[in-house]
């Protein structure tokens, strides 16, 4: 379901959303998924691609994708998803990374693609494209604020409109509006929503 969509000559497209800065080149389906799980996810802050970083005096391509998250900088390690490196090579690139103050987290795919995460990011993300009418999403947003959290269903039965509330929720997680409580269990009646602090 999580897939970049891939220009004619096969690259895939630079990837953006809301918290991200400026663009980050993805080039495979793991590292996309990754990407939208951490869109996603409450407390991550923002994210950045680092393309290269002073060690030495030298410029070393370290190409990470850096999060921030609890006020800590974590660059994104997925090996079966980056060019391989021979081991001078990944010393060199810890050693840049250590330099700016950011730790390095290695993600398996089997972590990217652990459930109900996977799945549920799917779903949502499908969304993101979605237009929120203005008054739609000032009467979820004022829910939120003043009664939430509250489960999904709840919400969705509050709020009276003619547009698609559910999709319009969905759309206001993607541009980290409100939060969705997605590792918990698998998006439905009981999922938390609550509006976006921070």
């Not at 370290?62 to 980056?82: M, Q």
């Not at 993101?128 to 919400?155: C, K, N, S, T």
């Not at 541009?175 to 999922?191: K, N, R, S, V, Y």
């Amino acid at each position: 379901m999580l897939h970049p969509r891939r220009k004619p000559d096969g690259k895939s497209r630079p990837f953006s959303a809301t918290k991200v800065h400026g663009i980050i080149p993805v080039r495979s389906a793991s590292m996309y998924a990754l990407l939208v799980q951490n869109v996603l996810d409450p407390a991550v802050n923002s994210i950045r691609h680092l393309p290269s970083a002073q060690f030495q005096g030298a410029a070393i391509a370290v190409d990470a994708v850096v999060v921030e998250r609890d006020g800590k900088r974590i660059a994104l390690d997925v090996p079966e998803a980056r060019q391989p490196r021979n081991m001078d090579d990944d010393a060199l690139v810890l050693l840049a990374l250590a330099g700016l103050d950011i730790e390095v987290a290695q993600v398996s795919l089997d972590e990217i693609r652990r459930e109900p995460m996977h799945t549920n990011c799917g779903i949502v993300w499908a969304y993101r494209m979605r237009a929120v009418p203005f008054a739609l999403r000032i009467q979820i947003l004022h829910m939120l604020a003043e009664d939430g959290p509250l489960r999904l269903f709840d919400l969705l039965r509050s709020i009276r409109s003619q547009h698609d509330v559910s999709g319009a929720v969905l759309s206001l997680a993607c541009a980290d509006a409100i939060e969705l409580e997605l590792a918990a269990g698998h998006l439905g009646p009981d999922t938390k929503v609550s509006i976006r602090r921070s």
